[in-house]
């Protein structure tokens, strides 16, 4: 589809109809969302080009989408990071306007990991997170399917990656390795991905034992790690049992390899 | 679109070289041009629209800049610009587009890079041998083969 200009637009964008959440008339609102701006291009689209960094901040800023003809396009993913929506209302009408099968697993599938890495700095951080629990993800993992007419699509992420995620996550924040990161969020979510975590290659990666061994040493530790810290160790001790007996349904798959 | 972009710039003096690195890089290029000093953000809009190089080496009033796979920036663009910042490049080298995708050239030469030099304002196709005897090895070493 193109404009009046003949340049490629992007027929049925959701960013058009989520324009309200950018406050563009508040002077105050733009000036913190610049100065956000400059903190996180240290951490986003690290190898892109300047166009395509460009674009990312005007999108940010403004919630202007550049054509992708002019090399602008952002990453799903991203795009819905860099979204404000302030609750989760906003989030799950964002994400109910987003169609494509593909899109929609991307963004389930690597949303949490994706805000860790390129908006660590962000004071919205644990707030979209949270807000993306409450209004998208859920707290307990469940398959998803989606019907486009013509078949039928799973777009939940894989139980696999999401338990190998979560572990290697836990440990990077009881490492001190990341000052905030969703593990503390989810614990109940990858509790629940775990009876469903079937790819017997891939379950060797999912590191319980080092998760709650380093649970350990911190619980035994109280006042030395951040309330964070402290948090993700103690649910993840609390719920030790729950963790060993919904990891052990599909213990066998382990046997084989 | 070039796949590789080289150019030895000479600048008006230190000082004006070192702005345009600054204003050239990823990591040190404003986000805005109010982050600019007013008698800056001319240059700064100027550079804003180019590519971030894969390197930049300054010595002296001189640039060494490089730019790998820069799309939407070859050598034209880079005259056009370096005419507007009323500057001149030393010599420039340009391998025009990705060898690897199936664009075919004409002849070896051509696929290892074409060098410009200024001569009487213009600039004007030359072999590799005519820079690499004129420029100090410094420089020269830094051409990809």
Known sequence: ?257 | MAYQLAAWIQCNDQQQAELIKQLLERDTRPCFVEDVPAHHQALFELLDQIEYPAETTLDQDRLWLFWYMADYFGFDELTTLLDRLELTALFIFEVPDDPLVGDSYEDEDEASGRFWMLDKGVYVRVNRTTVTDKFPDSIVERLPE
């Open chain 1, 1 to 257: 589809m193109t404009d009046k200009n003949g340049e490629y637009k992007s027929p049925k964008s959701p960013y058009e109809n989520m324009k309200y959440l950018w406050k563009v008339d508040d002077e105050d609102w733009v000036a913190e969302r610049k100065e956000q701006w400059r903190q996180l291009t240290k951490t986003i689209c690290k190898s892109c080009s300047a166009k395509r960094l460009k674009a990312h901040g005007k999108f940010f800023i403004t919630g202007e989408e550049t054509p992708v003809t002019q090399d602008g396009s952002i990453d799903t993913v991203t795009k819905f990071i860099l979204t404000p929506f302030t609750n989760s209302t906003e989030a799950n009408e964002l994400y109910q306007l987003i169609t494509h099968p593909q899109a929609k697993s991307r963004i389930l599938s690597e949303f949490m990991a994706h805000i860790s890495r390129i908006a660590p700095e962000m004071p919205w951080l644990r707030a979209h997170v949270l807000n993306f629990i409450e209004g998208v993800l859920g707290n307990e993992y469940q398959l998803i399917k989606i019907n486009t007419g013509r078949r039928e699509h799973i777009i939940s992420p894989d139980p696999t990656a999401v338990c190998e995620g979560f572990t290697k996550a836990a440990l990077k924040l009881m490492q001190n390795e990341q000052t905030y990161n969703y593990s503390v969020d989810t614990v109940s979510y990858f509790i629940s991905a775990l009876p469903y975590a079937d790819r017997p290659k891939f379950r060797k990666y999912i590191r319980l034992q080092g998760m709650l061994d380093e649970a350990d040493k911190i619980m035994q530790k109280p006042g030395v790690h951040s309330e964070l810290v402290q948090d993700l160790a103690r649910q993840l001790k609390e719920r030790e049992d729950e963790i060993w007996k919904n990891w052990k349904t599909l213990e066998h798959l382990d046997q084989s390899q």
